[in-house]
Structure formats: structure tokens, C-alpha cells
T-cell receptor, first 111, second 115 residues
Framework: NAGVTQTPKFQVLKTGQSMTLQCAQD?????MSWYRQDPGMGLRLIHY???????DQGEVPNGYNVSRSTTEDFPLRLLSAAPSQTSVYFC??????????FGPGTRLTVL | DAKTTQPPSMDCAEGRAANLPCNHS???????VYWYRQIHSQGPQYIIH???NNETNEMASLIITEDRKSSTLILPHATLRDTAVYYC????????????????FGKGTKLSVKP
């Protein structure tokens, strides 16, 4: 199993650009989520999904969209990037009753 | 807001036991105590979780007080590779239907293992 994979590893955007951060898992997990981590801070939940076709907002959802058309994939879309979205983004997945597995992260800089 | 309180930093000598405390005085009866760690900018890694009994796995031991208001994560023989930020999180086990099962991270404890 590849576990949780994220692409790209690094990305630089200009203010106002849009992009999609990709997340995929091959463990058939129902639950997937996106977090962001700013320097010196813990992780903050952006959006999560408890299964294909079901998504919901976390603590800091503004400026981000998600969709869950398949069990495996949970992309995160930045609609119009802002410098405040400069962060490290982590995707995670789990069974509903189990430990969460995290991806390696995407480091995003918005200029 | 995170429901747990942890010291911001701790040091431990290599080869000694590292005991990381966590207070969760408002924990509910259906909430579990989870521990994760994050090694320098990598994704967080699950360590262990428990409800009320002490738990042990190949990585660590978790001691939960009888009133469940606090717990201690024990790394029995800390190595330099255990240097990381350790997060104590309380959550319900089930995710379906709501946000109760989400992991809410605080700032954790930065453990430095020194030679």
C-alpha cells in the first residue's frame, strides 16, 4: 500500500491564482480530512469527509472547496489564493473507528 | 479549542524513559485519549489511544488516571529519533454523521531527546 499520497510536494502561487491540492489513499478508508499547519502552530482542520459524496466544514474552511466523488480521492481547491493561505497542508484518512494516517504534506507559498 | 493541556516543552536523556503528561479534565465518558507525534515537518504519526485502561504497544505505553482527567504517554527508552512534537487529543471514536470524531490539535509538547 502506498498509504496517503499528496501532490504536489511544493507549490508557489501568485495572489488570485487557483489550484488543486491532490490527496489519494489506497486503504479503502471512509474518512478523509484536510489540515493546515502554520509555523509554530498545531494542525487546524479545514474540511473533512465521512464517505464518498459527503463533505463538511472544519475549523477554517473559508477560501477552500472540497469534493469526494470516490472513496480514494479527496482534492482540496483554493479558489483565489491569498498570502494568508501560505501554509503546509496535510491530508489524512482513516476508518471511522481507527487511527488516522497522514500524508507527507504540501508546502504552499502564496506571493 | 483543544480540550487538552500539555507542557510546551520537555527534555529527556537518550536511553531514559520519557514521560509526557496531558490534562483533559473535561473529557466525556465516550471520548478516547489519542496520542500523535510529528517529527520535524513530517505528517503526524499515530502512537496509541485508550479509553480508561492502560494501553501498551510497540511504540509506547499510555497510563490514564482512574478519574480519566489526565494521562501520561511513556516512551520507555527514548532515542534521538523520538525528538518530535507530541500531541494529546481527546475525541469520540465514531466519525459518522458529525464532527465529533475529528482530531483537534493543540500545540503539543516539544520533546527533545539529548545524547
Amino acid at each position: 500500500n502506498a498509504g496517503v499520497t499528496q501532490t504536489p510536494k511544493f507549490q508557489v502561487l501568485k495572489t488570485g491564482q487557483s489550484m488543486t491540492l491532490q490527496c489519494a489513499q489506497d486503504m479503502n478508508h471512509e474518512y478523509m480530512s484536510w489540515y493546515r499547519q502554520d509555523p509554530g502552530m498545531g494542525l487546524r482542520l479545514i474540511h473533512y469527509s465521512v464517505g464518498a459524496g459527503i463533505t463538511d466544514q472544519g475549523e477554517v474552511p473559508n477560501g477552500y472547496n472540497v469534493s469526494r466523488s470516490t472513496t480514494e480521492d479527496f482534492p482540496l481547491r483554493l479558489l483565489s489564493a491569498a498570502p494568508s493561505q501560505t501554509s503546509v497542508y496535510f491530508c489524512a484518512s482513516s476508518y471511522s473507528t481507527g487511527e488516522q494516517f497522514f500524508g507527507p504534506g504540501t508546502r504552499l507559498t502564496v506571493l | 479549542d483543544a480540550k487538552t493541556t500539555q507542557p510546551p516543552s520537555m527534555d529527556c536523556a537518550e536511553g531514559r524513559a520519557a514521560n509526557l503528561p496531558c490534562n483533559h479534565s473535561t473529557i466525556s465518558g465516550n471520548e478516547y485519549v489519542y496520542w500523535y507525534r510529528q517529527i520535524h515537518s513530517q505528517g503526524p504519526q499515530y502512537i496509541i489511544h485508550g479509553l480508561k485502561n492502560n494501553e501498551t504497544n510497540e511504540m509506547a505505553s499510555l497510563i490514564i488516571t482512574e478519574d480519566r482527567k489526565s494521562s501520561t504517554l511513556i516512551l520507555p527508552h527514548a532515542t534521538l529519533r523520538d525528538t518530535a512534537v507530541y500531541y494529546c487529543i481527546v475525541r469520540v471514536l465514531m466519525n459518522y454523521g458529525g464532527s465529533q470524531g475529528n482530531l483537534i490539535f493543540g500545540k503539543g509538547t516539544k520533546l527533545s531527546v539529548k545524547p
